[in-house]
């Protein structure tokens, strides 16, 4: 049930103008990109400050806005298990590069917990930083559990995740090309375990193999970092 919010009346406060305000910062996004033809320019970036920008000027709490786009929010778990269909056409090639799919998750785990213990060591970050920074290259939901279980602050992990995803599915791309990794293999694990959702939405631009590893690539990593994480804090305790 819908609660009961202490905003004034008008034509902005209802489910569906809050709706239309999330597809529509979106679909400008999409437009601003194809426009401008830089990849820098993705929805994502503008579709956030663009939202955030109309719930401060009209005043609209951020608790109603996320009420209102309840339905976008249960999407989500369809739009997950849609990626099965992928694996499920695509299961001859991952069931060829089982093993090389497992090592590549499993170093890009170990990288992405270990690249913020030191970073954070080399900056002298006090310790509630390692914590919450540890899940950033796994799916918002996961690492928001696991900074929880660990100590960290939430909020701080959650950005991060979102920041993670978002220059991987930016700069991921570049960054392929410049090395020439053309095997579709290759580029959806990349993909998927440094920008999990963002970059497997990317991926799927891309090529359809190339989505279904990315996609893959997101569960193992979620399942792998939860493993790694405690591991690595055992081998290397967080000392002051």
């Known amino acids: 049930m819908m609660q009961t919010y202490d905003i004034p009346d008008g034509l902005i406060y209802n489910v569906p103008v809050m709706l239309a305000l999330t597809i529509g910062s979106y679909l400008l996004g ?11 320019l993705h929805p994502f970036l503008i579709c956030i400050p663009t939202i ?16 209102a786009n309840g339905i976008i929010e249960f999407m989500l778990g369809p739009s997950v298990v849609a990626l099965g269909l992928l694996l499920y056409d695509h299961m001859e ?22 690249s913020v213990y ?18 950033k290259s796994v799916t918002t939901p996961i690492a928001m559990d696991l900074s929880a279980s660990l100590g960290g602050n939430v909020s701080l992990t959650a ?7 978002f220059i991987g599915a930016v700069a991921g791309p570049v960054f392929l090309r410049m090395f020439r990794i053309g095997n579709p293999v290759s ?7 440094s ?26 990593m ?17 000392q002051q």
């Open 118 to 135: 030191l970073l954070c060591r080399i900056f002298a970050l006090d310790e509630i930083f390692v914590k919450s920074l540890e899940p």
């Open 222 to 238: 979620g399942l792998m970092t939860a493993i790694v994480i405690p591991i690595f804090n055992l081998l290397f305790p967080l």
């Open 159 to 165: 950005v991060s995740v979102v920041l993670c995803g």
């Open 30 to 40: 999409i437009y601003l990109k194809n426009k401008s033809g830089l990849s820098l």
């Open 93 to 114: 090639t991952i069931r060829k590069n089982a093993l090389p799919i497992l090592i590549s998750v499993f170093t890009g785990s170990v990288v992405g917990v270990g």
């Open 195 to 220: 920008a999990h959702g963002l970059g497997t939405s990317r991926a799927i631009e891309t090529g359809a193999v190339e989505g279904a590893v990315s996609g893959l690539a997101i569960a193992l």
């Open 187 to 193: 580029r959806g694990l990349a993909l998927g375990c």
């Open 52 to 67: 955030v920008a109309i719930l401060y000027f009209t005043g609209v709490p951020c608790s109603f806005y996320m009420e």
